[in-house]
């Protein structure tokens, strides 16, 4: 059998027994879906290309540790999604301040873009003091739109785990996030509003 007719869980298995190709094959197979992940996930093409590198050199060092629980999809997801957590954290803890382009007493960036980024600091900020069985769910259902059984599936629990992580995760952002809450925002989850209401999921809108 050809490393391309291989099933995931062999082409793991080939690398944990040595075989250097096998893991090639692997990122071949999923580096577009993975690195959509990372784009959806840090917003930025470079955080996300540097996330995804991260990220695929830990599943090649962790490979021989996989035990084929989950399917092989799901455990790199896993692990592409806590790179980009790690990369926040970094940021986070690393701010920095643009320098300059226009003369003096003129704005380095228009108001709105700079109001988007306080935003999206504050909302980052506020994901970081969820727990992880909490912070997980709701990234994948209200930041890159997945619906509760896709996130069910990739997390390996059931879809009512997925609902009750997602509603008591947002239940602690609304207390710091309140203010910023549109009620037309994306929610995948009945009743995941922060203030309790229906609202669309993004895919819901776009007709899919």
Known sequence: MTAAASSDADLIAA????????????????RDRM?????????DPEEASDALQEAFIS????????????????WLHRIVVNACLDRVRRRQARPTVPLPETGPGEPVTPRDAMAERETRL???????????????PILLVDVEGYSVAETAKMLGI???????????????LAKVLGHLWNP????????GGMDGR???????????
């Open 184 to 191: 037309d925002a994306d929610a995948n989850v009945p009743g």
């Open 35 to 43: 690195w959509a992940v990372a784009l959806r996930t840090l917003r």
């Open 59 to 74: 599943a090649f060092r962790a490979a021989g540790s996989f035990r084929a629980e989950s399917q092989v999809t799901t």
């Open 15 to 30: 690398h944990a027994a040595g075989d250097a190709r096998a893991f090639a094959e692997l990122v071949r197979r999923h």
């Open 198 to 208: 229906d609202v669309p999921s993004r895919r819901q809108r776009e007709g899919r």
């Open 158 to 172: 059931a879809e009512g785990t997925v609902k009750s992580r997602c509603a008591r995760g947002r239940a602690k």
């Open 122 to 136: 504050v909302v980052q900020t506020a994901l970081q003091e969820l727990s992880e069985d909490q912070r997980v």
